[in-house]
């Protein structure tokens, strides 16, 4: 019986070692099988990715505060009429520092019109410039035609309904 205990615990070493070794060997099959051959998109998929990707452009012209940015990313009727731009200098001259969230949730392809309408959710959040008050927190869902351009010509967003992100705020409400 005495010599038992020095057999179980050197067992129980090897335990960790064997199931690493084991982790290693799958986590090796996994990599080794997901190196194949890489393809090119095709020009409709590459326009499918860019219009997917206009919601992560917003979102960085948005962090940077520049209009010029933003108001390149939208296409006619957005991008001409005047008050967007207003609206866009209103809101970002609110606050200090502005953050949108904009998450694209399904589409649907247009093929008549060359453009996706996608399903969208956006967040909003601002640090108001006049004193140090309350963070600004506004949510909504909006639905956004993308337009689907020929690559390498980046999409743009051809219109917007429902709750919109790109219209100030009255005047900054704090977080609730």
């Known amino acids: ?74 296409a006619p009727p957005l991008s001409v009429r005047p008050d967007t731009r207003i609206q866009l200098e209103r809101l970002f001259g609110m606050f200090k520092r502005i953050n949108l969230t904009l998450v694209m949730d399904s589409g649907e392809v247009d093929s008549a019109t060359h453009s996706i309408t996608f399903s969208a959710h956006w967040t909003l959040t601002g640090l108001p410039k006049i004193g140090s008050g309350p963070r600004y927190f506004q949510t909504g869902e909006c639905r956004m035609v993308t337009s689907m351009r020929k690559a390498p010509a980046p999409s743009r967003l051809e219109d917007i309904s429902g709750d919109t992100f790109l219209v100030a705020p009255a005047k900054a409400r704090p977080a609730q």
């Open 1 to 74: 019986m005495a010599g038992s205990g020095p057999k179980k615990r050197a067992e129980g070493r090897n335990f960790p070692i064997r199931s690493g070794m084991i982790a290693f060997a799958l986590l090796a099959t996994l990599v080794s099988a997901g190196c194949g051959e890489v393809k090119p998109l095709t020009p409709e998929e590459q326009s499918l990715v860019s219009a997917w990707k206009v919601s992560e452009s917003l979102q960085k012209a948005f962090d940077r505060e520049s209009v010029d940015e933003v108001m390149g990313l939208l």
